[in-house]
């Protein structure tokens, strides 16, 4: 495809359900970015891909959060038990080659919109 | 360590007059700085990035943005809005730490309304 693309779109969960959303990064980009965001404000860092390995997790709010990319290309992202605090947008971005510059922009996918009932 | 303040949370324009988005930033290095749109429901966009080759950048759909040093700022303007530019405006630095990656620091965000 031609960009990033997300799915499911939009996901409703009864608080305490496991959730999983998916993220299809441009072709042959190396990096792949998780980012969270809360309503009303700018989306926050949670984990970064080159490849298939998890070099920073640093931003998952807890562990009931979890990431892989296990062939280097497609994502996933995984919340267990689901708590209402957890309602944001979860944005995926893709960049070509490792370290974000002004020569290496991010591109970002729609986003999925989890809303924890 | 690297972060960005935008000054204003919402700005009002009417149709046809110039726009300004005020934008801070801090940085250790020399940053790579960008401006990203967001419409609503709708992905992140990138208007304009700060490349070092040039303090003036001009993006997409009429925007851009100056580069200065001495004032920290990143400044988003446009000379004439038009009703389509009504959207969230976020000024992001690229972390550019040993072990950051790239990943993106965002600012709160700009609540652009036109008016006719």
């Known amino acids: 495809g031609a960009g990033v693309s997300q799915s499911p779109r939009y996901k409703v969960a009864k608080r305490g359900q496991d959730v999983a959303l998916r993220c299809d990064p441009i072709s042959g980009h190396v990096s792949l970015f998780w980012y969270q965001q809360a309503l009303g404000q700018g989306p926050e860092f949670l984990t970064y891909?080159?490849?298939?390995?998890?070099?920073?997790k640093s931003g998952l709010p807890s562990d009931r959060f979890f990431a892989e990319r296990p062939e280097g290309s497609v994502s996933t992202l995984k919340i267990q038990r689901t708590q209402q605090e957890d309602s944001a947008v979860y944005l995926c971005?893709?960049?070509?080659?490792?370290?974000?510059?002004?020569?290496?922009?991010?591109?970002f996918g729609p986003g999925t919109r989890l809303t924890v009932l | 360590a690297q972060s960005v303040t935008q000054l204003d949370s919402h700005v009002s324009v009417s149709e046809g007059t110039p726009v300004l988005l005020r934008c801070n930033y801090s940085?250790?290095?020399?940053?790579?700085l960008f401006w990203y749109v967001q419409h609503p429901n709708k992905g992140l966009q990138l208007l304009l990035k700060y490349t070092s080759a040039a303090t003036l950048v001009k993006g997409i759909n009429g925007f851009e943005a100056e580069f200065k040093k001495s004032e920290t700022s990143f400044h988003l303007t446009k000379p004439s809005a038009h009703m389509s530019d009504a959207a969230e405006y976020f000024c992001v630095v690229s972390v550019m730490t040993t072990d950051s990656w790239g990943k993106l620091q965002f600012g709160a965000g700009t609540q652009v309304v036109v008016t006719p």
């Open positions: 891909f080159q490849n298939e390995a998890q070099l920073d």
């Open positions: 971005a893709s960049s070509l080659f490792p370290r974000t510059s002004s020569y290496n922009e991010q591109f």
């Open positions: 940085s250790s290095y020399s940053p790579s």
